[in-house]
């Protein structure tokens, strides 16, 4: 089999995927009409044409733009449902959604409004093809930490719906210690913890979601590479990075994809992943990105294997399940 066909058929996770990120620009134009919402679009393709980004914040300006559109429970359930399709075709067979609660409250759009409809399409999809999916809770890093602890309160009711809580938006000068806080509240609540860091922000963030937030995933983590105790650390204890190679590409944080560093983390030892982070604003959604990395690094099938291993033993999934899936892979990957 060759590689491009295994891609296709080995079961996979993914860990990185904000749900928000995954507006198709067609949802988009079609809600900003349905709810009257004045974009700075005329077409689809106008859209398209202006996802073009210097650096994370620039994307972000845009990412909470295209959120705008997004105000009522079926407008909730279509963009989940869309992304779950999105799963069945690549064969992403679990996979542990980031949603980011406060670009929709600070709106008064409310927990009842999304839950509600995230569940539904999530409940349809596990009815019908029996898809696996766990949601993480994001808190914004631009805004205070105290605005997270009230997304904590809100969040009460619909705890049994989050398996972990997240940390995303602009990582320059917002460092993850200003959330210790928040992070210890929901750590007491059970919830898992992960964090973007050293995406755009230094070694030091990732040192920081670390010791301070005690996370047990990195999102991206590519800059790690410039601390080797750090390296050390993230290997021996085999904390796993969520690497997102066509977001890296596009948000500038290497120049071309020829030289992004993934296959080398993970020759080194590193519980690597491989993650579409935004598909509808990137290019691509999880197999587009091995795809990627095939084209451009020459991933061989040996590479994919381990990639798509970890995606499974990064996971919150229950250890024997992780096992099932491990094996299935590697029967998968000698037939
Ligand atoms: O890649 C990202 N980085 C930080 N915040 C984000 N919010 C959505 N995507 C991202
Ligand atoms: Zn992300």
Not at 214 to 226: L, W
Request: with cysteine.
């Amino acid at each position: 089999m060759s590689v491009l066909e295994l891609i296709q058929k080995l079961p996979k996770t993914e860990l990185h995927l904000h749900i928000e990120g995954s507006l198709e620009p067609e949802l988009m134009m079609q809600l900003a009409q349905k709810h009257g919402v004045a974009l700075p679009y005329n077409s689809v393709e106008e859209v398209a044409a202006a996802y073009n980004f210097d650096n994370l914040q620039s994307f972000l300006d845009l990412y909470y733009l295209g959120a705008s559109v997004l105000r009522d429970e079926d407008d909730f359930y279509q963009l989940m449902w869309r992304y779950l399709l999105r799963c069945k075709a690549d064969n992403v067979v679990h996979t542990e959604i980031m949603f980011d609660p406060q670009t929709h409250t600070e709106r008064g759009i409310g927990f009842d409004v999304f839950m509600a409809g995230f569940q539904r399409a999530i409940d349809d999809a596990k009815a019908q093809w029996g898809q696996s999916v766990l949601l993480i809770m994001s808190y914004l890093r631009h805004l205070s930490e105290e605005s997270a602890l009230e997304t904590l309160q809100q969040a009460q009711p619909y705890l049994h719906q989050i398996a972990a809580v997240g940390l995303d938006s602009s990582e320059m000068g917002n460092p993850p210690e200003k959330f210790i806080h928040v992070f210890a509240a929901s750590k007491a609540m059970r919830l898992q913890r992960v964090a973007h860091a050293g995406e755009e922000g230094p070694a030091d963030y990732i040192w920081g979601a670390i010791k301070h937030l005690d996370v047990a995933r990195i999102d991206h983590g590519v800059r790690c590479v410039e601390d080797e105790g750090l390296v050390r650390y993230l290997t021996d204890r085999q904390i796993p990075l969520t690497v997102c190679p066509l977001s890296n590409i596009k948000l500038c944080v290497f120049d071309e994809m020829s030289q992004h560093n993934i296959l080398q983390l993970l020759e080194k030892g590193l519980r690597v992943t491989v993650n579409a982070d935004d598909p509808s604003y990137f290019g691509g959604y999880l197999n587009d990105n091995y795809r990627a990395l095939h084209e451009h690094l020459g991933m061989n099938e040996q590479q994919l294997v381990a990639l798509v291993k970890n995606s499974f033993l990064g996971s919150f999934l229950p250890e024997e399940e992780i096992q099932r899936w491990v094996d299935k892979v590697d029967q998968i990957a000698g037939a």
